[in-house]
């Protein structure tokens, strides 16, 4: 049975978030922002730093939604996947909460999107379009930038299911993917060889 808290619960927050460009104000309970968070746990208890005097943290690059899903993960709600992998607004949504547990130090967060994503790997199939594998692979590459990774036998069941034609394709849509990660690349050749064997 999981439990999700309310992401807002009055009279319990001691911290202001300024998210986004326009510096929307977040207010939030340090507590639990510090207790999954490295930058968090900093930024709110260590008097060195400016922020945990002020009780004030300014983050331009994340905006609110990306941060109402960090949060509510915080709160030990399931990582939020993309339902449907031709969808590039999903897809985006999905790295920019990765991308924001990989500066707020969150390495949980990755380790979760990496075990729910290896999951949904048995839905990515045989006759997945070219834009649903380039989506789902920048997805990947996003879980293990964050510090997540995929089970080697979940990557090697998903690379054997999608078959020879699927593996082609997989290896020129990975040309595709901006600023690769070194480790996921390496795993998921070492998937993609031993798959062919």
């Known amino acids: 049975m999981s439990f999700t808290a309310p992401q807002y619960i009055p009279g319990e927050t001691d911290i202001t978030l300024l998210l986004g460009r326009d510096s929307f104000e977040f207010e939030a309970n340090r507590n639990i922002l510090a207790s999954q968070s490295k930058f968090f746990e900093k930024a709110c208890y260590n008097e060195e730093f400016k922020e945990a005097k002020e009780r004030l943290i300014k983050l331009p690059d994340i905006q609110l939604d990306t941060m109402m899903e960090v949060l509510a993960w ?32 969150i390495d949980t967060l990755a380790k979760d999107y990496g075990t729910s994503f290896g999951k949904k790997l048995e839905l990515i ?3 997945s379009e070219t834009k649903e594998l380039l989506n789902c692979v920048k997805v990947m590459n996003g879980i293990y930038k964050a510090r997540g990774s995929i ?43 031993k798959a062919w064997r």
Request: hydrophobic share 35%; proline share 4%.
């Open 125 to 127: 199939g045989q006759d």
């Open 74 to 105: 915080l709160y030990r709600s399931e990582p939020k996947l993309p339902e449907d992998f031709t969808c590039n607004e999903s897809t985006c949504r999905t790295l920019a909460v990765l991308s924001a547990a990989d500066f707020l130090q």
């Open 151 to 193: 089970q080697e036998e979940e990557l090697f069941e998903w690379v054997k299911r999608i078959g020879t034609s699927g593996r082609q394709r997989l290896m020129s849509t990975c040309s595709l993917v901006e600023a690769p990660n070194g480790t996921f690349f390496q795993d998921l050749s070492c998937v993609i060889l």
